[in-house]
C-alpha cells in the first residue's frame, strides 16, 4: 500500500521509511512560525522557567501581525516583549508589522514542499498550500517545540476532496470553503490532514491555494495539503526559495484514504455564510438583499493581492453606497505596494475605501471593530459571535468579490452580473 502525502512527509520529519494512520511518532520540526499574540509574551515565561533558548534560531520566525499598530500602554508592552525576544533569542528571521503571518511567511520564501512545519495560530495549515505539513499548536506545545525541535504525532488519516471541471466567472476559493463548510461542517475535517486535489484545484494561483489550505481550520482539518506542481515551484523561486524536488511529494496511486469527496466546480455559484458561523453558507441568492452597514475586505483569506485584485475588478469606476462603509486591509505591506503600483489602490481609494494597517485587525477583534446592532459583510474566515465586535453585531461571509458588489449596492449582491457589465 502506497503513502498518501501527509504521510509521506510525517515519515520524513519522524526519520521513517513509512508510517501508518493511528501510530504516535516524534516529529522533528523543520520550522516554528510564532507571532505577537501567542508567541513571546507566552511562550518567554515557559522558556525561563525551563532554563533554555530556541533549539535552533535560524528555524524559528517571529511576525508581529496581532497587536499592529500598538495603540495604548497594554499593546505598546507586547510589541516590546516581542521585540526584546526576538533579540534576545537571536531570532534572524523577525518581521514588524509587515502583514499577517500566513502571508508574510511564504511571501518571504520560507516554505517549500515536504516540510513539517508547526505556527502558533489556527489559521497555520495555509502552509499545506505549499505541499508543506503546517499545523497549528498552542502556546504551551509551541514551548516545547522551541526548548526541543520535536513534536508527538498522532498520524492522520487523509480526507481527500476533489473538484472536478472549472470555477465560473465570479466564483473562487473563498467560495468553494465556504460550501465545504456548509455541506462537511466544522467538525468535517476530524482533526485529520485534508488534501484538496482536481482541475479546479490546479488552475488556482498560489494565494487562491493558500485560501483553501488556511479555512481548513474551519472544517476542523489539522493540515491542508495541495499537491506541488510548477506553479509552487515559480512562486517559491520568484519569493527567494528553493522548492527542491517536488516530484518525491506526491500521494501514492494506490495510497488509502479515509474519505473521497468529490464535487463539481462548474456548479458552484458564490456562496454567504450567514451569522455566526462558517458552516452557514447557501449560494448568495438564498441570503436576498440584506441591507450591510460596513463591507470589510480584510485578513489572510481575503485581502490578498489577489483579493484586492477581485475587489478592483467589481469596484472600478463606481462608488461605494452612501450608506455602506467600505474598509479595506491589506494582508501584507510587500501586497499593498504591488497593489499600489498596479493601480488597484487608486480604484479602491477612488470608489470610496478606507484604508487600514496590514494586520489581523478587526478579524481577530483588534484595531477597531463592529459596533452594535452593526451589519456587515466580511471576507474573513471566520465570523462567530461577537469575535468581530458587539456582540450584536451581524457578520455575513463572502469572497472579495462578494463583498465588493455588496459594498456598491449596499446589500448582499452577487458579483456576477456586476462582472458581466464589466466586460
Not at 466546480?265 to 456562496?271: E, F, G, H, I, S
Not at 469606476?317 to 503600483?341: F, H, I, M, N, Y
Not at 481577530?364 to 465586535?389: C, L, V
Request: with cysteine; proline share 5%; glycine share 12%.
Amino acid at each position: 500500500m502506497g503513502l498518501t502525502l501527509a504521510e509521506k512527509i510525517v515519515a520524513r520529519a519522524a526519520g521513517r521509511r513509512t508510517v501508518a494512520a493511528g501510530e504516535i511518532v516524534t516529529c522533528r520540526v523543520d520550522l516554528a512560525m510564532i507571532h505577537d499574540s501567542g508567541g513571546p509574551r507566552r511562550v518567554r515565561p515557559i522558556l525561563d522557567r525551563l532554563g533554555v533558548k530556541v533549539w535552533d534560531p535560524d528555524r524559528v520566525v517571529l511576525i508581529s501581525d496581532h497587536y499592529v499598530p500598538a495603540v495604548d500602554a497594554e499593546t505598546r508592552a507586547i510589541a516590546k516583549i516581542t521585540r526584546s525576544f526576538a533579540v534576545e533569542q537571536g531570532l534572524r528571521h523577525f518581521y514588524d508589522s509587515e502583514g499577517i503571518c500566513h502571508v508574510v511567511l511564504p511571501e518571504r520564501g520560507h516554505l517549500r514542499p515536504g516540510m513539517f512545519v508547526v505556527g502558533g495560530d489556527s489559521h497555520s495549515p495555509t502552509g499545506g498550500a505549499f505541499g508543506a505539513y503546517m499545523m497549528g499548536i498552542g502556546a504551551t506545545e509551541m514551548a516545547a517545540v522551541l526548548a526541543t525541535g520535536e513534536i508527538w504525532l498522532r498520524v492522520p488519516e487523509t480526507i481527500l476532496i476533489e473538484w472536478s471541471g472549472r470555477l465560473g466567472t465570479g466564483v473562487v476559493a473563498k467560495d468553494i470553503m465556504l460550501a465545504l463548510c456548509g455541506r462537511l461542517g466544522m467538525e468535517g475535517g476530524r482533526d485529520q490532514a485534508i488534501h484538496y486535489t482536481g482541475e479546479a484545484v490546479a488552475a488556482l494561483p498560489m494565494q487562491e491555494r493558500m485560501t483553501l489550505s488556511n479555512m481548513t481550520a474551519e472544517l476542523g482539518g489539522q493540515t491542508g495539503l495541495i499537491s506541488p506542481d510548477k506553479i509552487t515551484a515559480d512562486y517559491i523561486r520568484a519569493a527567494g526559495g528553493e522548492p527542491g524536488d517536488i516530484s518525491r511529494w506526491q500521494s501514492d496511486p494506490d495510497a488509502a484514504v479515509a474519505e473521497h469527496h468529490h464535487f463539481d466546480a462548474a456548479t458552484l455559484a458564490p456562496q454567504v455564510a450567514a451569522p455566526d458561523s462558517p458552516a452557514n453558507a447557501a449560494p448568495v441568492a438564498d441570503h436576498g438583499t440584506v441591507a450591510v452597514d460596513i463591507a470589510y475586505i480584510g485578513a489572510c483569506t481575503g485581502a490578498k493581492l489577489v483579493d484586492l485584485r477581485m475587489a478592483a475588478e467589481i469596484l472600478k469606476g463606481r462608488r461605494v453606497a452612501a450608506r455602506t462603509e467600505l474598509l479595506v486591509a491589506p494582508a501584507s505591506k510587500r501586497d499593498q505596494d504591488l497593489a499600489r503600483e498596479e493601480g488597484i489602490l487608486r480604484i479602491l481609494e477612488d470608489a470610496g475605501a478606507k484604508l487600514l494597517p496590514n494586520a489581523c485587525g478587526i478579524c481577530a477583534g483588534y484595531g477597531g471593530t463592529f459596533g452594535e446592532n452593526i451589519t456587515a459583510i466580511s471576507s474573513t474566515a471566520r465570523n462567530f459571535k461577537g469575535r468581530m465586535g458587539h456582540p450584536s453585531s451581524r457578520v455575513y461571509l463572502g469572497s472579495p468579490y462578494t463583498v465588493a458588489a455588496s459594498a456598491i449596492t449596499g446589500h448582499i449582491a452577487d458579483p456576477r452580473p456586476i462582472i458581466a457589465e464589466q466586460s
